[in-house]
Nanobody
Framework: QVQLVESGGGLVQAGGSLRLSCAAS????????MGWYRQAPGKQRDMVAR???????DYAASVKGRFAITRDNAKNTVNLQMNSLKSEDTAVYYC?????????????WGQGTQVIVSA
């Protein structure tokens, strides 16, 4: 009964900004890593940004300097601030969470939210 609920997607002009949010709920109290992946039509789903419970971040080279990922461990939420958007950022964006304990590692995914950047 773990659910990741995303919000904030939509249509924006090139050069504009969007802020994506993801809220996790259910039986898991906290996640080791949370992040965002994206998938354009006909392309592979790739990591955009991720952040550990300790605050360490990792970004895809194509978004570094334009996107910023943050999280609130107490609320189990993760956000992605996207600035200076380009047409190549158009994709379905998926929230991701990972938890590891003595049972093993488990991945969780959101339903995806569409981001369209117009020329």
């Amino acid at each position: 009964q773990v659910q990741l609920v995303e919000s904030g997607g939509g249509l924006v002009q090139a050069g504009g900004s969007l802020r994506l949010s993801c809220a996790a709920s259910g039986s898991i109290r906290s996640f080791n890593t949370m992040g965002w992946y994206r998938q354009a039509p006909g392309k592979q789903r790739d990591m955009v940004a991720r952040i550990t419970s300790g605050g360490s971040t990792d970004y895809a080279a194509s978004v570094k300097g334009r996107f910023a990922i943050t999280r609130d461990n107490a609320k189990n939420t993760v956000n992605l601030q996207m600035n200076s958007l380009k047409s190549e950022d158009t994709a379905v964006y998926y929230c991701y969470a990972f938890v590891s304990d003595f049972h093993g590692g488990r991945d969780y995914w959101g339903q995806g939210t569409q981001v369209i950047v117009s020329a």
